[in-house]
């Protein structure tokens, strides 16, 4: 199954003081990068979590987001002795330097209002949820993946069109070739006696500079085998991109050696559906 490397997946659990919130995200990339942001876990579930992606996810950027948050409407603490001392404090600035210290100045710059939430969770519940939000990620993938094939697949059978045209325009342009050049150096050397064996190894020399026939077989064969790759559960988008620098090279040939402009014109029309391709396979795995 082809994957895309986008996705998103959610997952949120409200308990009794607390409410775990967690979002993974994941783009295209050349290699496989995780970023865990949020919550410190400790390592071992940490470990456990990069094993669990490591099933899923081939390649791609993931961000991993875990939020904990309390939900008790009080959850502050007023630190008396603290206070205490720092009006000591406020009043000795005062008297020896003339300056007044704000209360919005003390509670800004000290800890005499403390959180006292001091979350702490069971953290296979964490991984339970990460999991939970990796399932949808990994669905989502899918469901863009086969998007993505399905549009890839109906490029390929514009290809294979186009080249079949390319490939009845070649064989008519060659075979035409070769008739002219006999004409031309029988006329040229008509007051000349002629070796047939010569003159039919010289036209078919030259016949062969135009010739695709090759290429055009090759780049039959590579399509062959990008299609094989869209039936296989493995990671597919490397190789995919390799076939198509192959095909790309060809056509230039191809292009190169045929001189006809409506081979130029349908070569046009193959490169630009080689980009497309190109572009949707940079975000398969």
Do not use: C, W
Not at 59 to 86: A, Y
Not at 208 to 231: A, C, P
């Amino acid at each position: 199954m082809i994957k895309s490397m986008t996705g998103y997946g959610h997952s949120s659990i409200k308990k009794v003081g607390y409410h775990l919130n967690i979002e993974i995200r994941t783009v295209n990339s050349r290699y496989l990068d995780y970023k865990i942001r949020g919550y410190d876990l400790s390592i071992n579930i940490e470990k456990k979590i990069r094993e669990l992606f490591n099933k899923y996810i081939k390649r791609g950027n993931v961000q991993i987001k875990i939020n904990l948050d309390s939900n008790k409407t009080n959850n502050l603490v007023f630190n008396k002795e603290r206070f205490d001392s720092l009006i000591q404090v406020v009043k000795k600035v005062y008297v020896d330097y003339g300056q007044r210290i704000s209360l919005s100045d003390l509670i800004n710059t000290s800890d005499i209002l403390m959180n006292n939430d001091n979350l702490e969770i069971d953290e296979s519940l964490i991984f339970e949820n990460v999991k939970k939000a990796l399932l949808e990620v990994d669905k989502m993938r899918s469901i863009e993946g086969e998007k993505i094939k399905k549009d890839i697949l109906n490029r390929i059978i514009n290809l294979q069109r186009l080249i079949k045209k390319v490939k009845e325009i070649s064989d008519g342009f060659s075979e035409k070739k070769e008739n002219q050049l006999r004409i031309k150096i029988k006329l040229l050397l008509q007051d000349k006696e002629l070796d047939e064996s010569r003159l039919i190894q010289e036209v078919s020399h030259i016949a062969e500079k135009v010739d695709v026939t090759e290429e055009i077989t090759r780049s039959k064969i590579h399509i062959d085998q990008l299609l094989l790759y869209f039936e296989t559960n493995e990671p597919v988008g490397k190789k995919i991109n390799f076939l198509l620098q192959e095909i790309n090279r060809e056509i230039n040939t191809i292009g190169s050696k045929s001189p006809e402009t409506l081979v130029t014109f349908n070569i046009v029309e193959i490169k630009s559906e080689l980009e497309k391709i190109r572009e949707q396979v940079q975000n398969i795995l």
